[in-house]
């Protein structure tokens, strides 16, 4: 029997439960147009959009690390405007689920981006970024402390009358905390994790290799440090979690769902292998298969842990 | 554009650091100037690696590699039947030029890779052509019994003098242009190459595409990691807009990767 | 010429700056008897000491993950007494430069580890250990606020005479404030990082790895992001810098004093190569004479950054 | 003990999943039950595995390898020539039985290895032997050419019964224990047949050794993560202390790896 691989995220029902991460997946069009029809993901995240276009930093913006990668895009993008007349419409003719990363470095910049995409048809959910660990000026302090969170996500969700997932910061020193506060403040579901703010040196040199200093590391590397990050998140709130963090093969993914996660994201395996979030969608149903899981649901929090 | 799961079919040393690699895909045809995306075997490194699509036919590509880390050092070391994904053929290559202008190719070490595609294209649609070849020294100079055999009219430099003119190539070739009738430019190699292309085609009014290279993270234009700078100071992808690109919609003081 | 490799940490003065890290050295024993003159190290740190002796966690303790492991071992240890009467006259012996990292529940337990220690001929210097990320109880507070961190801090400050090494946890939201914490109350140098706290999960018995659920992650992992907290804190503090995580061989070794670091301390690399903190001596000389440099302190903070 | 860069001499497969592999190193001798820890080729894997070491003899040791993950299967693939690490001999062998009692070896698996290893040593001394030894079908059960000429007294059992007596090996020991004055008991393998092994040991009054085995990152006693239980509820070291020990040192109601 085929396993009902559905899932809920606030009011929206994705068809499964991968989804491609913000920043790893342009717009779409790249993947729609060359490798598969990204209707049959759970669901698409934009690259993170804000209220004026980010031109981001200088080169050099990645650099490979052991197991993942350091980038410092500098959240360059295209701005609200042109991701409603250019984008926007392309991802709506697809049929893909759209979910908008959207950053901002102020309350109101969130809440007018929010406020704007809330009348956008093919908007079917928010994803507020709150970490922003590559912008200077921008977002580090919601990321890591509770009370600015709330603020942040609370304006937010008046602005935005769908599903809001809050996507946290690795920095916060307590996820249970963050995660906690921004239930509160209204979030329909939490992701994490996004990436670890972290540094690579040229010997030769002597100069660090991203033109930025430090940048964002993903990739395998981070993968245990995300699935502790998403354990705690799921013990501490009601509200579904979505993983990210590492996640290159559908063992991954069910790890990310038996620690907590009701749905899950695939960033950096994009680039390592474009077709990385369809073998997912199929690991994940031959693990149910195998394991005689009806719903994949099932798998949320299954962990078991001694006591 | 397509990701195969191949194997290597052919690896053969061309100098000291430089490996000639062949395996099937299942993609029809290419641009000239167009690249691929190559998992290594292998665990020893993260990303894939973009190398220029030297040739292509029936079926099978041929790369060019040379060894300058542990990525090219692995893809170099492995042996024929080692699986390899191979995502291609990436970004956007040279545009040909009018009929009537003779395509004046500039190439710079391992730069032979994209520009031997190039010639051997030109050269089968009986077009007029001349390769500007320059290389440190004899030994990287490669493809030049292929070129031989193709009937390319090749002028070489190198660096020791040690085959063809001794200096850079763009010297070479800027003393040669005034005896060339609206000549279009064609480049690939390192990045002060480019530049001198670049700065040749603005003094003479030539037209000039120039192959750029980037630190890619993915090679299909959705992380925004090889962005390099257009004419306006905006970023466009390398990988996507690019790598080949007409030398003016580019910024040439930015410093290079 | 042979390039000076002598760094100071504090009022000690260390042959080279390769230290070998606490909880990957034991008490010096085995690499002494089969390896290498352990006295060729800028120095030893011991397993963290405790007041009372700890068994540790129960099996499994380690796991592999990409490009790292995971340990939960507990912080087990002989207890101040053995140590004092069974490790320490061996390290002695050897001549090796010991640093006896300390490691509390309580401000109170810190401070009489800490004095009982001051009275301990040769114990050159102090490790606070205030994270602890794999024990319940213990210590995480002290890692993660500033505040607690300078009151455990100024405790031991008072109660030992030599030099004060505090390592911090890199759940540290802000590491800056942290080291400034730390400088203020009193410690001589600053290292950095401890393990991130991290998971392992096993899907086809649904069930952590780890018997203690999370463990810390080490190894090449994380030196991205041990980088970037180096960096923050040679930033923020004048007292030295001691880099920690990932460091593999002499080139990430260099990478950490271009950093900031004044010296660096091998951990996971000792499993790997038991001869590692050996050959990352020679290659940090092998480094400084091709390069030119005649006292190995010249690269630290070396980093030459664009701004 | 001493860490030594040596090359794979010899890479033999036993069965579908098990090789013998061959290694030079430069230590003199070794104690029956220890083990090395290797390096495994490529970049696989981050930390070395642990091997019990089957034999040494002029020089060269040599391990028999069950493939189980990802080392092992990329250990198993290497070639001849292959450059390794080889950490060793590790931890506390065998202790040898008084002069006068049978030594009753007990062998599952790829447990057959340091078991092989100590039958050898102890017939080289002209000691009385006999060899228990069980796996799950007759292709798992490796070493049985050497084992003959060495002139082993050799009892084998096969869970499917196609080899020697049908079951498992420890009922097969226990049947034929009473029979065998003042036997001491020296077992390799699962946890399973070790516990077993300390029960008959306990029941019968008679002395044994087991080998444990437990997830190692180093090897060499100094990071505390393989540590089991003695009797007294006190962790001790698998790598250290162990991976022999005499089953009357451990707790056996304690749950396995
Ligand atoms: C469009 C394009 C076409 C190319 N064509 C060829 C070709 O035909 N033949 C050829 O030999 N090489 C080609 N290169 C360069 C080749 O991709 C790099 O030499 C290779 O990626 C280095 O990998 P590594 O692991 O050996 O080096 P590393 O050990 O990673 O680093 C060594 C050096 O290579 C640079 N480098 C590393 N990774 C990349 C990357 N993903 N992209 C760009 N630079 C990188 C680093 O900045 C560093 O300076 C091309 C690059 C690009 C962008
Ligand atoms: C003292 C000792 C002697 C051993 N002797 C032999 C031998 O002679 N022949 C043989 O084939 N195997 C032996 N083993 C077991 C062997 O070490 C493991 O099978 C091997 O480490 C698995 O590595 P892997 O990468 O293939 O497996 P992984 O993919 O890492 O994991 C597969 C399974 O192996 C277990 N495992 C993984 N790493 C270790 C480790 N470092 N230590 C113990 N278990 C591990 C895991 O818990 C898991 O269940 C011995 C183990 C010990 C502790
Ligand atoms: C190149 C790149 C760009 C990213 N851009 C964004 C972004 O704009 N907004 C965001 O919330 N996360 C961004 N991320 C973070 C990812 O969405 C994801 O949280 C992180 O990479 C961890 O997942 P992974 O290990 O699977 O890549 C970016 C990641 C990468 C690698
Ligand atoms: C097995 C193990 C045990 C450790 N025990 C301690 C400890 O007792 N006290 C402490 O301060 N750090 C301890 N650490 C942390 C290390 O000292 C070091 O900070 C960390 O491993 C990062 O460095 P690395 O990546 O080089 O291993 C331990 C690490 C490992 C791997
Ligand atoms: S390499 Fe990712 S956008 Fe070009
Ligand atoms: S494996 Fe490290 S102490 Fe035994």
Known sequence: MKPDLKVKIGSLTLKNPVITASGTFGYGEEFHESFYDIAKLGAVVTKGISLKPRAGNEMPRVIETASGMLNAIGLANVGLDAFLSDKLPYLARTGAVVIANILGSTVEEYAEVARRLDSAE???????????????????????????AAVAVRAVR?????????????????????ARACEEAGADAISLINTIPAMAIDVRTKKPVLANVTGGLSGPAIKP??????????????????????????ADAVEFMLAGASAIQIGTANFVRPMAAMEIIEGIEVYC???SISRVGELTGALEVRS | MNDCATKIELIEALSNDAYRIRFAVDWKAFDPGQFVMMGIPGNVVFLRRPFGIARFSNGVAEICCKVVGRGTRALSDAKVGTRIDVLGPCGRGFRFPQKEEPAILVAGGYGIGPIFGLCEALLAQGRRCI????????????????????????????????HGARGMIAELLEKDLDNIEKPSLFACGPHGLSKAVAEISRRRGV??????ESYMACGIGVCLGCACKDADGNFVRTCREGPVFDVRELQWDSSPL
């Open chain 1, 225 to 250: 440090v995300a699935l502790r990050m998403v354990y705690e998140a799921a013990g501490a709130v009601k509200i579904p979690i979505i993983g990210i963090g590492g996640i290159m093969n559908a």
């Open chain 2, 207 to 212: 037209p000039a595409q120039v192959s750029m």
């Open chain 2, 131 to 162: 390769l500007y070849y320059g290389a440190r020294e004899t030994s990287h100079l490669l493809y030049l019994d292929e070129l031989a055999k193709i009937g390319a009219n090749v002028k070489c430099s190198t660096e020791d003098g040690s």
């Open chain 1, 122 to 148: 093919g908007v079917m959910a928010l994803e507020q970024n709150i970490s922003c660990p590559n912008v200077k000026c921008g977002g580090l302090q919601f990321g890591i402390d509770p009370e600015s």
């Open chain 1, 289 to 291: 298969r195998e394991n």
């Open chain 1, 158 to 178: 008046k602005a935005f009358s769908r599903t809001l997932i809050v996507k946290l910061s690795p920095q916060a020193s307590s996820i249970p905390a963050m």
